[in-house]
T-cell receptor, first 113, second 113 residues
Framework: EAGVVQSPRYKIIEKKQPVAFWCNPI?????LYWYLQNLGQGPELLIR????????DSQLPKDRFSAERLKGVDSTLKIQPAELGDSAVYLC???????????FGPGTRLLVL | GNSVTQMEGPVTLSEEAFLTINCTYTATGYPSLFWYVQYPGEGLQLLLKATKADDKGSNKGFEATYRKETTSFHLEKGSVQVSDSAVYFCALSLNTGGFKTIFGAGTRLFVKA
């Protein structure tokens, strides 16, 4: 069974540019999470989807970040415009339902110059 | 608020040494507790979990016991191997109007041959 797939694995952009990350969860997993992981820190939730509905986006900086999960499967996280402080690893995870075991992708490492 | 505190790393051990990584938590209600492991270049993987007080989670020789009286979930292994070198994250999950998972900052373990 394929795990959570994320792309790209690495991205380098200049500040003020837009960037997008893509996530394909494990088949059949209704719940999808985007996390931010700063260097030396644990993951922090940005947004959680139940199917196509964003049920917890309280930690998503909505002035520059947006996310979507069309058709309740794949998801895209976008930053526009990127700032230097956005340099981090962006993790996607999925689970069969809320409260179930989360399975993580390898992450996208973003560097903003 | 809800939080997880784990011992700072890095922890450096020789092969076959005994491992303890301390984790304490603060939570409103009764959380489930987890240990995740992140190997270099990979996503987080669930190592073990415990869902109620006095439960012991175990996997791959690692163990942790849910201690409600000390609000702790320390990770132990009797004999570490070089292949155990990774970053270990303690986490809690609870339902407060929707499930939230909170991670500790992670503890890096180096095992020398």
């Amino acid at each position: 069974e394929a795990g959570v797939v994320q792309s790209p694995r690495y991205k380098i952009i200049e500040k003020k540019q837009p960037v997008a990350f893509w996530c394909n969860p494990i088949s059949g997993h209704n719940t999808l999470y985007w996390y931010l992981q700063n260097l030396g820190q644990g993951p922090e939730l940005l947004i959680r989807y139940e199917n196509e509905e964003a049920v917890d986006d309280s930690q998503l900086p909505k002035d520059r970040f947006s996310a979507e999960r069309l058709k309740g499967v794949d998801s895209t996280l976008k930053i526009q415009p990127a700032e230097l402080g956005d340099s981090a690893v962006y993790l996607c995870a999925s689970s069969q339902g809320q409260g179930e075991t989360q399975y993580f992708g390898p992450g996208t490492r973003l560097l903003v110059l | 608020g809800n939080s997880v505190t784990q011992m700072e790393g890095p922890v450096t051990l020789s092969e076959e040494a005994f491992l303890t990584i301390n984790c304490t938590y603060t939570a409103t209600g009764y959380p489930s507790l987890f240990w995740y492991v992140q190997y270099p270049g990979e996503g987080l993987q669930l190592l073990l979990k415990a869902t109620k007080a006095d439960d012991k989670g175990s996997n791959k020789g690692f163990e942790a016991t849910y201690r409600k009286e000390t609000t702790s979930f320390h990770l132990e292994k009797g004999s570490v191997q070089v292949s155990d070198s990774a970053v270990y994250f303690c986490a809690l999950s609870l339902n407060t109007g929707g499930f939230k998972t909170i991670f500790g900052a992670g503890t890096r373990l180096f095992v020398k041959a």
